[in-house]
């Protein structure tokens, strides 16, 4: 399968970060209305933590050149958030890589939020991830078939890959990771 640059958005880019070898798996349609529910309700408490710690909800899901960020909320001192919201239980190296790809100039701070807690990303590693970032839309420019080709299992991705040629795929050991939850 050819990436043509133009389609790495965020939640795809994070994962070419990890692994360019990485090709999403089908999203079933029973899978996907859970996950918006799932989504939706992690969403709501998102919201209302912000609120009670003061913060005002600027924008709900703003659109932008192939992306869509979830929140946008402004503290009591007037720093402009943007929270990308995931519903898992456990914040991950790829939910803070997508992330991290939302910075702007008109964003002061990027977290992750999940129904406990909002993590807020460090400066540096959001400098790094763009590098990265940069560097990987560089691969795919340039050499397609070899981006897709360079295989390193992260623990995050690999349960929801569907590169058959990949050597790892489901492979029931570290280089292998299990199926995880799609969120
Ligand atoms: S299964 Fe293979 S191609 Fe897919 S993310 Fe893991 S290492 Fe990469």
Do not use: W
Not at 59 to 86: A, F
């Amino acid at each position: 399968m050819t990436v043509r640059t133009t389609k790495l958005t965020p939640s795809l880019l994070a994962r070419k970060i990890l692994c360019t070898a990485y090709m999403p798996a089908p999203f079933g349609q029973g899978e996907r209305l859970i996950f918006l529910g799932l989504h939706a309700m992690t969403v709501v408490k998102v919201i209302a933590r912000h609120l009670r710690m003061g913060y005002m909800l600027k924008d709900v899901e703003r659109c932008g050149n192939g992306y869509r960020t979830d929140l946008i909320l402004v503290s009591p001192s007037g720093r402009r958030r943007v929270s990308e919201v995931k519903s898992a239980k456990e914040i991950k190296e790829v939910h803070r890589i997508q992330a991290a790809l939302y910075a702007n100039a008109e964003v002061d701070e990027i977290a992750v939020s999940n129904r406990n807690n909002d993590e807020v990303l460090d400066p540096r590693f959001v400098q790094d991830i763009l590098k990265r970032a940069q560097l990987t839309r560089q691969l795919f420019t340039q050499d397609p078939s070899a981006a897709t080709s360079i295989y390193t299992p992260h623990h995050d991705i690999c349960g929801m890959c569907a590169n058959v040629a990949c050597p790892f795929l489901a492979r029931p050991n570290a280089s292998a990771p299990q199926m995880r939850a799609r969120c």
